[in-house]
């Protein structure tokens, strides 16, 4: 069986994620921290088209705005189908179409998703045919995120939040995202958890995914687990966007039944407590002005379409 589509290429699909839990403990050596997270993975995708070239090429269009992403060898999804073909010796080539939908900068893993896709587009473009098991090792060392974009569904993650488990979840979960005009550096609102529990006096414990998080998602029960929501990165995103905070209560006060901000922010998601409730809490807030999208979760991970 071969995967080539008939315009001679492979499309893949990977999904953005929100944490509907994330602990974050101390700060290794290396720069990481240890954390201790629960994705869901979300309808909202990521498109990467592989055909066969000479060389290794990228272009990137998409619903949000792109500005923040490189076309040249930094690009994640570049960077995945080089790697790939380092460690399989290929001398083939491929130019890659990445069309997003994850806003860039957004703390909903757009760029991982981007790499998973081209993991698994190139594999298939390539016929270099590696277990799933192998391309989750390759994307583990091009992102900490990446892993959990080639997984999907719901998943347990530790140390980098790349030590992934499968989590049981039943049902579907109704999200709306608000989306930011500027997005937030990663490892700025790292730095600000750092700098906002030094001035605390708080050290931080080891982070562990409460029990409580894996009930309400076993249970597909969106009451439950608005009450179990949990971001560490949190604070920090408020502290470096004081605007968020005006945001969260605008989606509690329009109905939603929590809000977070996703990742490491700027996105703030709102759970709902079903899809109509979503429908009109996404409405009430586009008819506000702000850019507000519908979401459902688990949804699968990166796969050939
Ligand atoms: P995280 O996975 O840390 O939550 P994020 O979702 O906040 O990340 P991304 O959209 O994944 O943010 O990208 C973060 C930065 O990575 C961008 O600002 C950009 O400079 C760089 N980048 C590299 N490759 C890509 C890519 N394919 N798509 C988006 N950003 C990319």
């Not at 619903?63 to 930094?74: C, L, N, R």
């Not at 583990?140 to 997984?151: I, K, N, Q, T």
């Not at 179990?228 to 949190?234: A, E, I, M």
């Not at 700027?266 to 506000?288: G, H, I, M, N, Y």
């Amino acid at each position: 069986m071969t995967l080539i589509q008939d315009f001679g290429g492979v499309r893949v699909r990977a999904p953005g994620k929100i944490n509907v839990f994330l602990a974050v403990g101390g700060r290794h050596d290396d720069g990481y921290h240890e954390l201790a997270t629960a994705f869901q993975a979300v309808s909202l995708y990521e498109d990467v088209v592989a055909t066969a070239s000479d060389e290794l090429t990228i272009s990137v269009t998409g619903d949000v705005d792109i500005a923040g992403v490189p076309e040249d060898e930094s690009n994640l999804a570049l960077r995945a189908a080089r790697l790939l073909a380092e460690e399989t010796g290929t001398r083939l080539g491929a130019h890659l179409d990445v069309r997003k939908a994850v806003p860039v900068a957004g703390g909903m893993g757009g760029g991982s998703a981007d790499a998973a896709a081209a993991l698994v587009a190139c594999d298939a473009l390539w016929g270099t045919g590696l277990a799933a098991r192998e391309l989750q090792e390759l994307g583990a060392r091009l992102g900490a995120d990446v892993p959990f974009a080639l997984m999907g569904g719901t998943a347990i993650g530790t140390g980098r939040g790349d030590r992934l488990n499968p989590a049981l979840a039943r049902g579907r979960f109704d999200w709306v995202l608000v989306e930011s005009p500027f997005g937030l550096s990663t490892p700025d609102v790292y730095r600000e958890l750092d700098r906002l529990r030094e001035e605390e006096g708080a050290g931080a414990s080891a982070p562990a995914v409460e029990a409580t998080v894996l009930q309400a998602l076993r249970a597909g029960d969106p009451e439950a687990l608005a009450e179990t929501l949990r971001n560490d990165l949190q604070e920090a995103a408020l502290s470096l966007r004081p605007d968020l905070r005006a945001l969260l209560d605008r989606g509690i006060a329009r109905g939603a039944v929590a809000g977070l901000v996703s990742g490491s922010g700027p996105t703030v998601a709102f759970l709902a407590a079903d899809a109509e409730q979503a429908k009109r809490l996404s409405r009430a807030l586009r008819d506000e002005g702000l850019r507000a999208m519908r979401v459902h979760g688990p949804v699968h991970g990166a796969r050939v379409v």
